[in-house]
């Protein structure tokens, strides 16, 4: 049998990607068919980079699609989590592959949530750790880790500051970054 799809690389999560998809789409048991979704116009790759999403689908504009999965949720929750992720990215794909469809997460994004079994637009697979931060917010009085951030922004300056405080004990968090605890805005973030 052959199977529809390219690759785009040789990672062993793509090729299960692939193989999953020509279930969705081809098999009896979800509501996307073939009708909806043309596999021999979708390249299936893996990203070891991909750290905040689990999937996402990019277009060329002209209705070919690269749906591109995380290493990091394989590897932390499993491919089952990679399912539902791959099926929300088929729906991405009908989108682009459907003149007069709107892209992205609204009405015809919501009419695919239920009939794939699909938990809407974010899921959460696995817990996140301290460590999959840039950025870690710390309690200063014990309660542990609080938050993070993936790049600079307001909320690590204010921390930093002193302007923001953990939400069980009103303490001032300690914030950690790439070279340790900064205790005081960096200068290049000085203004």
């Known amino acids: 049998m052959t199977v529809a799809g390219h690759l785009g690389d040789t990672h062993e999560l793509s090729e299960r990607a692939r193989q999953y998809a020509n279930e969705v789409i081809f098999g009896k048991e979800w509501s996307l068919t073939p009708d909806h979704v043309d596999l021999d116009r979708v390249t299936f790759e893996t990203s070891s980079r991909m750290q905040q999403k689990h999937g996402v689908c990019a277009s060329d504009g002209n209705g070919n699609s690269t749906i591109r999965l995380s290493e990091k949720t394989y590897e932390r929750a499993g491919f089952e989590a990679i399912q539902e992720t791959i099926r929300h990215e088929l729906v991405h794909a009908y989108q682009q592959q459907t003149a007069g469809v709107d892209t992205g997460h609204g009405t015809s994004f919501k009419q695919w949530v239920d009939q794939l ?42 921390a930093i500051r002193g302007n923001i405080v953990c939400g069980e004990c009103d303490s001032t968090l300690r914030v950690e970054g790439p070279d340790g605890v900064l205790d005081e805005l960096p200068e290049w973030r000085k203004d």
Do not use: M
């Not at 974010?122 to 993936?150: A, M, N, V, W």
């Open 117 to 158: 079994n699909l938990s809407g637009r974010c899921s959460t697979h696995y817990e996140t750790l301290p460590g999959d931060y840039k950025y870690r917010f710390y309690c200063d009085q014990g309660c542990g880790f609080i938050s993070g951030r993936h790049r600079w922004s307001k909320a690590v300056r204010r």
